[in-house]
């Protein structure tokens, strides 16, 4: 049991932090798909026509329901070696990512457009604004602030699975580090320094969303804001 | 505005005189109270002799509530003192390491309020018992009774509040007024020497008020020691021995129920004029 | 068409059944032990986050963000690999990530249990003082009660995910559902039909565990709606 050395890991910050930017970068590209994707679901979870309607429940439950590393085994050393695909690491990552992140998505929008009393919609149609304008000026701004807060423990989760790609050597902060563990054999060091990147990461992000949060509540300072619900923040992932 | 007046007492109900200098089942003696900038009683004194019913009234926000909680704690005062049945009321250790503990503690406090029952505003039942065992649980961890004792008295107090039939109901299934009675029911359980009222009736449908205030009724009959924070003038000059009129954290006019038909105080007059109105 | 290259065996993962069960049973009772320790340990924090002392509440209150805002994965390699290293403490694959989930999990779970603290009234704790119970029992007794039971349908969310959670420990080697694809896949080439397999049954059973919860919480609803 040697003393701790942390020099090691001095000597490769470089490396860790072009890992932390790689990771970051992929979560937010997956990100960015899974909001795209999750509210076409949301709209097909409401759609008039019933298959359609059914299909989405099921893409919504499965992928839901599966972790991230099984879903990543599978698709990149499962259906894409039986289907013959070449899928670059990187691809299936950000992939990985898009597809479980838009299935968690989905139902927050769903839920924010549920949120929104109709009578609210119908107050804005009969003062003689357009469908368009009452989605916009009336139904959105009430359901971003609904869907906000959980749209960003979604991304957070979304930073920290990003240390999942490392088992298909998607080279993020975490595969660095592990690869960097084992040529130093000083793993505890290089897990804490990983640790800390990710808190930071996390608590700086965080932070930026309580602010947008903030920012969008049109009721702050109003005397029955206070004291709303609390967020469940347990991990979906 | 000078001293409240002090007047000698006169006769409320046959039976129930108390003599002159009768040594006081509660005394609250210059009691203090602040909430921050907030000084929300300022130097309330109390006397309720053994046997009386004292009604307390004056407008939202006076500091009726906060000088029962005085009484039994749950609202440590910042000064002043408390003596109940001849003994003063430790002031309860305020424990910063406890967390489960609060602003309260020590043995002193848990005899005190074991005797010293208390009805709320909101009923404050325990939704996740049933009425019985919202009745024994006090029998069994206060008293320390067997559970089998217990059920027999809580059946016996849950008979008094005609809820017998209810005892293996919860809360959710009770109506505002049931509720209300399952709590004074828990309270009497504990035979307490001394009954706390806030505002029993304020947050039941109009209906439901006559039954509880019936129930109170019996209650000071019965020789209970009351004090009660309520709106209802009719039960006050009905029952109360003694009116206590409070505004601004202060006791601005005390006396026999019958001096409040005409009371003394133009700020008393004035309150009772809104009410009545 | 390049799909027909690949020559799909099912019977190898016919053959391996037996292996497949007990490897979801391992990822069922790592679960499970995880839960456990994230209720128990949960508890505690929560009661220590709401604590009025600051020597108390504070270092609860880090411990929760700290581990809240470590990924599992890095948090497991650093329990597994790290305190080996660094203190000479030699976990079994199985202990290393029951401790990983189960003190992530118990940061979860006192954020969960404090917000149903919260939620029972201030009132409740009054009336049972008010009655003459100690502060210990009108916790115990009043508060505590309530207070699981609005915890319940969060909890059972955090229990599907420290399942989710539990089959990421086959990257240090214990012997799941997921190592055992990796193994058989190497020796047959048959990753498709062996991830496809655990894949399913990992949906399964967490799909399962939400319907249950959905459940759950409906006849919760039921219930406080007759109220
Ligand atoms: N826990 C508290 N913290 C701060 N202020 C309080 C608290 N409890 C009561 N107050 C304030 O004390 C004053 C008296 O309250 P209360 O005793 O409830 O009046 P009442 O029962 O006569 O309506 C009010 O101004 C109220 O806002
Ligand atoms: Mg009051």
């Not at chain 1, 919609?121 to 469908?131: D, K």
């Not at chain 2, 009770?174 to 947050?203: C, H, N, V």
């Not at chain 2, 009719?234 to 129920?257: C, K, Q, Y």
């Not at chain 3, 940061?107 to 409740?124: D, K, P, T």
Request: aromatic share 8%; glycine share 8%; with cysteine.
């Amino acid at each position: 049991m040697a003393p701790l050395d942390f020099r090691p890991v001095w000597q490769n910050l470089g490396v860790l932090l072009a890992g932390a930017r790689l990771g970051a970068t992929v979560a937010v590209a997956g990100f960015g798909l899974a909001i795209v994707a999750g509210l076409i679901i949301a709209l097909l979870r409401r759609s008039r026509i019933a298959p359609l309607r059914w299909l989405a429940f099921a893409y919504v439950q499965f992928f839901r329901g599966i972790a991230l590393y099984v879903l990543i085994l599978w698709l990149y050393f499962g259906i894409a070696v039986a289907a013959g695909i070449t899928l670059g690491a990187l691809t299936a990552g950000i992939l990985t990512l898009a597809l479980l992140n838009s299935a968690y998505l989905a139902e927050v929008f769903r839920s924010g457009i549920e949120a929104v009393d109709r009578g609210q919609r119908e107050a804005a149609l009969a003062m003689g604004l357009t469908p368009r304008q009452a989605f916009r000026d009336v139904v959105a701004p009430q359901a971003l602030r609904v869907v906000v807060p959980a749209t960003g423990n979604h991304f957070v989760d979304a930073i920290k699975d990003s240390a999942i790609l490392s088992v298909i050597a998607v080279p993020e902060l975490m595969r660095q580090a592990t690869s960097l563990a084992q040529v130093t054999a000083r793993p505890f060091e290089f897990y804490t320094a990983a640790a800390v990147l990710y808190l930071v990461v996390v608590v700086c992000v965080s932070s930026g969303l309580r602010w947008l949060e903030r920012r969008l509540d049109y009721t702050r300072g109003l005397p029955w804001s206070r004291g709303t619900a609390v967020a469940d923040t347990t991990p979906t992932h | 505005m000078g001293d409240p007046p002090r007047l000698e007492p006169v006769a409320g109900h046959a039976g129930r005189d108390q003599p002159v200098g009768t040594v006081p089942l509660l005394e609250v003696r210059e009691v203090c109270k602040r909430f921050g900038d907030n000084l929300v009683l300022d130097r309330v004194s109390l006397r309720v002799a053994p046997g009386e019913v004292v009604v307390v009234i004056g407008p939202s926000g006076s500091g009726k509530s906060t000088l029962l909680r005085c009484i039994n704690f749950l609202t440590p005062p910042d000064s002043g003192d408390v003596v109940f049945s001849g003994r003063q009321v430790q002031p309860p250790r305020s424990s910063a390491w406890n967390p489960l503990a609060g602003r309260s503690g020590g043995r002193d406090l848990v005899r005190l309020r074991s005797q010293v029952g208390m009805v709320f505003q909101h009923f404050n039942v325990f939704p996740h018992l049933t009425a019985l065992q919202n009745v024994t649980l006090g029998l069994t961890r206060v008293t320390g009774r067997s559970k089998a004792e217990a059920e027999v008295r809580a059946l016996e107090q849950l008979e008094r509040v005609g809820l017998r039939d209810k005892a293996h109901e919860h809360p959710d299934r009770l109506s505002g007024g049931q509720k209300q009675r399952l709590a004074i029911a828990r309270a009497l359980a504990l035979d307490p020497k001394l009954m706390l009222f806030d505002e029993p009736t304020s947050a039941l449908d109009p209906e439901l008020v006559g039954g509880i205030l019936a129930e109170m009724r019996k209650l000071a009959r019965s020789g209970m020691t009351m004090v009660v924070v309520t709106h209802e003038m009719g039960f006050a000059f009905e029952v109360a021995d003694r009116i206590v009129f409070m505004d601004d954290g202060r006791v601005v006019e005390e006396g026999p129920a019958e001096q409040f038909r005409n009371p003394l105080h133009e700020r008393t007059r004035a309150f009772l004029d809104a009410i009545l109105a | 068409m390049l799909a027909a290259a690949y020559n799909y065996r099912w019977d190898v993962v016919a053959a391996n059944v037996d292996g497949l069960v007990s490897g979801l049973v391992v990822t069922l009772r790592l679960t499970a032990v995880g839960m456990g320790i994230a209720l128990v340990v949960g508890l505690v924090v929560a009661v220590l986050r709401l604590s009025r002392s600051p020597l108390l509440r504070l270092p609860a209150l880090g411990y929760i963000e700290l581990l809240r805002g470590v990924p599992l994965f890095v948090f497991l390699f650093l329990v597994y690999y790290g305190l080996a290293q660094a203190f000479g403490l030699v976990l079994s694959p199985f202990a290393a990530g029951a401790v990983a989930l189960g003190l992530t999990g118990s940061a979860y779970m006192a954020e969960i249990y404090r917000g149903a603290l919260s939620a029972v009234g201030g009132g409740q704790r009054e009336a049972a003082l008010a009655m003459g119970l100690t502060p210990l029992q009108a916790f115990r007794d009043v508060t505590l009660p309530q207070a699981l039971r609005v915890a319940v349908p969060p909890g059972m969310n955090l229990l599907i995910a420290l399942l989710k959670g539990a089959t990421l420990v086959s990257v240090i080697g214990i012997s799941d559902m997921f190592y055992l694809a990796r193994v058989v896949s190497l020796a047959n080439f048959t990753p498709f039909e062996m991830y496809t397999v655990a894949g399913f049954a990992i949906v399964a059973v967490t799909v399962a565990l939400a319907g249950l919860a959905f459940l759950l919480e409906r006849r919760m609803a039921r219930v406080d709606r007759e109220a």
